[in-house]
């Protein structure tokens, strides 16, 4: 049943960010704008019989800085990192959850693969040891939901709870999913946003097989280079991204801070392949169109867009042809960066941390660049921003994220005016 409630007003009032550049918000942040290089050599496991040997691992992580040792243990890294972002998140907006309002919070943070780690670790526990040795605490630290199930148990966020599993565009569902729980008047305020720790042994292998990862092991730092001829791949990155969205009314009345709104929510599939793009990037134009539409604004009025920007041969001029459809002339004159050129590529995490990046933009008025771009492939003939971030007045921003399977999503942020 269609609800009849007029549509509330949604702003962002606190974000958290674990990453390959940045521990915390403002880390993250200096660490976009100052164009902070995080791919190196894996160290988390020997690589030496890997294709790919190189990631944008994050650095100095210690997750007793959230959670007890015996709870820690009891963690996958992917769920680690999207609760600790979520405490930093919640830190960061002074909202509190209490038994007077904990029904009315929700929390929809996504994953692409869950607890891949501790599955491969029990996996080689059961085939070296037999089933007997398997953890009473595989399946729930394995499964894709435990970081949103965990996220609800250590604020008290008694709402909606759920974990959007749309392989590179969960986080940005995640959010855009939250958006429209709380527009709909469903709930006050989610806690939203993607994490993933997919820097394992299998993920590599498959990821390799696959052809789809970065093979310049000589050269990690110029390994993620989006929209450059010389790109090769992928690189794969770890870490969490998460937003709290709130009723506009009720943030004004608890006096939050208030660093953007976001108004613009599209979502389509291709229905085309299971890891292609559909020919022109025609299911990334429609939910840029769809977003565009939804928020109310036209193309004119986009100042920035955060690109999915992968650094792989197939993505990124699919990608420049979606925004020349949806954009027109308009294509040229918008300003586009890939933040995976520093971060890597999260996988389900990357809407998080992109959104995080897409709303500072707006809040700080200056775009993040694209390193690495030294030769750009004449397919990828826009504005990317080149190696240096650009003050510039940002207005409304977009946000893309497209997955395997065909998921597109498009959110679209907007600079907050009372």
């Not at 041969?313 to 520093?342: C, L, Q, Y």
Request: net charge negative; with cysteine; charged share 20%.
């Amino acid at each position: 049943m269609e609800n009849s409630q007029p549509l509330s007003r949604v702003v962002v009032t606190g974000m958290g960010a674990i990453t390959p550049i940045g521990n915390n918000l403002e880390d993250y942040w200096q660490g976009l704008i100052n164009g902070k290089n995080g791919i190196g050599h894996v160290t988390r496991f020997d690589t030496s019989k890997h294709a790919c040997q190189i990631g944008g691992e994050v650095k100095g992580f210690d997750p007793h800085d959230f959670f007890e040792r015996k709870e820690a243990k009891r963690m996958d890294r992917f769920a680690q990192f999207g609760v600790a972002a979520s405490l930093q998140a919640i830190a960061d907006s002074k909202l509190e959850i209490t038994p007077l309002n904990d029904t009315q919070v929700g929390v929809i943070i996504g994953s692409g693969i869950g607890g891949l780690q501790v599955l491969e670790d029990q996996a080689q526990i059961l085939m070296t040891k037999g089933p007997d040795r398997c953890s009473p605490f595989m399946i729930p630290m394995m499964i894709g939901n435990m970081a949103a199930g965990l996220a609800a148990i250590h604020t008290g966020a008694k709402g909606f709870n759920c974990c959007t599993v749309t392989a590179c565009a969960a986080g940005s569902n995640a959010i855009g999913d939250a958006f429209r729980l709380i527009q709909r008047g469903y709930l006050k305020a989610m806690i939203c946003g993607g994490t993933e720790a997919a820097i394992t042994p299998l993920s590599f292998a498959g990821f390799a097989s696959a052809r789809a990862l970065s093979f310049r092991n000589d050269d990690p730092t110029h390994a993620s280079r989006p929209f450059d001829v010389d790109r090769d791949g992928f690189v794969m990155g770890e870490g969490a991204g998460i937003l709290i969205l709130e009723n506009l009314e009720q943030a004004i009345a608890r006096g939050a801070k208030i660093y953007g709104e976001i108004i613009g929510y599209g979502a389509t599939c291709d229905a085309y392949h299971m890891t292609g793009i559909a020919p022109g990037g025609e299911g990334a134009a429609r939910a840029m169109s769809l977003a565009l539409k939804d928020a109310g604004v036209v193309p004119s009025d986009v100042d920035y867009i955060n690109a999915h920007g992968t650094s792989t041969p197939v993505n990124d001029p699919s990608e420049t042809a979606a925004i020349k459809t949806t954009f027109g002339d308009h294509a040229r004159k918008v300003a586009i960066s890939s933040t995976k050129s520093m971060t890597g590529h999260l996988l389900g995490g990357s809407g998080g941390i992109e959104a995080v990046a897409a709303v500072l933009a707006v809040n700080r008025d200056c775009a993040p660049p694209t390193i690495n771009l030294a030769n750009p492939d004449p397919a990828c003939d826009l504005d990317y921003i080149p190696n240096v971030s650009r003050p510039m007045s940002i207005n409304v921003a977009l946000s893309n994220s497209f997955g395997f399977g065909g998921h597109n999503v498009s959110l679209v942020f907007k600079k907050f005016v009372e």
